[in-house]
């Protein structure tokens, strides 16, 4: 490729760049899990459009460094090979000085053959930051091509507190008036998810769906070669629809008619590997038996309002469990901590989440959007006790939308809290 062109699309980026200033942005907590000083790279990887570029940006430029900036998702740069990676270096040298020590690789999975050079320029001591939705950057290759130099950050989409900065809602005073503008907030997030651009676009539905369509024909059907789209478009809508259900495999290959249920089990794990989805299992003490009963939650909770044939106030009950799945995911996979699901032999009595360090459980977690019944309450409360004499789990917590406050059951207490309160904890 012509050194010239990348020298110049290069030095175009930048000045894209210089237009962009941090206060453009909301803040995102995932910016202190991004390192600096280290020798491992540091690879930001999630959904489509979840905002991983932005991260970067901000990181970097909070740090106060001066860093190079390649983003190869440029159409002037399709062509470009493995080979040509050393123009890219000498281009970045040019437009952002010698003395440049970080350096930023914006969908780098592009160009085949890109892990020998970032390890090369590893190796220079050189700090280097990259970022990929596409499946071509999946977890388990990362692993192999970088071999342990990296450090991965899992973007989601906006948590809730991300979403209210946006929307200017003030997250620190619990007055009464305030309370209420949360409450009607938790509900739009609920209903229009987090992804940082939908709240401006007319045409949220278009959005989502092409979203959708992107991640199953760009990402997965090139990456697995997958020739039948059809097929996996109506697992993903099944999955969409069934969030936190327990997925029955012989039922599904009977009224989806797509192959055999390891097809099934080869579809939905491409689809979490895309990030679409994320896959829940069921806790167990025995390893082996973890593999077992998957649930699915969806990436962001948009993805179940902004579809054909369903009503978007439907259900805030599953789109709450679902939010608290994605964020004990933001804040449990940093510190190496596994979620799953709880349910006892009996299959009555599930509790949603478990989380468990090392084996060792550490929380039980029962969501319900609505605990105004004692019925309801007591239901929510005995699950949580019977799993809690079952796993010797004594931290018992009950996310609901009501008041913070304990309720004791035997001798057993639950901290109930409120879902706003538990959602904006730092
Ligand atoms: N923190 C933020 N605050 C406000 N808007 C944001 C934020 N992060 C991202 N956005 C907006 O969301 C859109 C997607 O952001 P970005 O390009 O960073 O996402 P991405 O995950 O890198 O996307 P892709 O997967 O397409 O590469 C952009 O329009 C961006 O301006």
Known sequence: MDSNVIYKTILDQREELSLMTNEDFVYRNEVNQISLNTK?????????????????????????????????????????????????????????????????????????????FINRLLRQGLHIVITGSNAR?????????????????????????????????????????NMALLKNTLDEYLIEGGFPEIASLPDKQGYVGSLIDAIITKDIMPRFH???????????????????????MKELVETLKIGSDKTIRN?????????????????????????????????????????????????????????VLLELQRRNMPLCRDVFYYRPVSRLKEVDFVIAERGNVMELIQVSY????????????SALVDASRKTGCKKLTLIACSETRKEKISDMEINVISAIEWLLAR
């Not at 082996?288 to 962001?300: A, C, F, G, H, Q």
């Not at 605990?371 to 409360?381: A, C, H």
Request: with cysteine.
């Open 40 to 116: 491992q790279a540091q690879v930001v990887i999630g959904v489509r459009r979840s905002g991983k570029s932005t991260l970067c940006h901000m990181t970097l430029r909070n740090a106060g460094v001066v860093y190079g900036y390649v983003n190869f998702d440029d159409d002037r740069m399709a062509n470009l090979m493995v080979e040509d990676l050393n123009f890219v270096l000498e281009a970045i040298y040019r437009v952002y000085g010698n003395d440049v020590k970080h350096i930023f690789f914006d969908e780098i999975q592009n160009v085949n053959g890109w892990h020998l």
């Open 137 to 177: 950057l999946l977890s388990s290759e990362l692993a192999t091509h970088l071999t342990g130099r990296y450090n991965e950050i899992r973007l989601f989409p906006f948590s809730f507190r991300d979403y209210c900065v946006a929307k200017e809602i003030e997250t620190d005073i619990p007055t009464t008036k």
């Open 226 to 248: 997958i020739r039948n789209a059809n097929a996996l478009k109506t697992l993903a809508n099944h999955l969409i629809n069934n969030v936190g259900q327990i997925i029955n």
């Open 267 to 323: 579809y939905i794990d491409f689809l979490a590997q895309a990030f679409l989805i994320v896959p829940l299992t069921k806790f167990s003490y025995k390893s082996s038996e973890r593999l077992r009963s998957n649930k699915t939650y969806i990436v962001d909770t948009g993805m179940l309002t902004f579809r054909p044939n369903l009503l978007a106030t439907e259900n805030l009950g599953w789109r709450l469990e679902n939010a």
């Open 370 to 381: 609505d605990i105004g019944t004692p019925k309801t309450l007591s239901r929510e409360l």
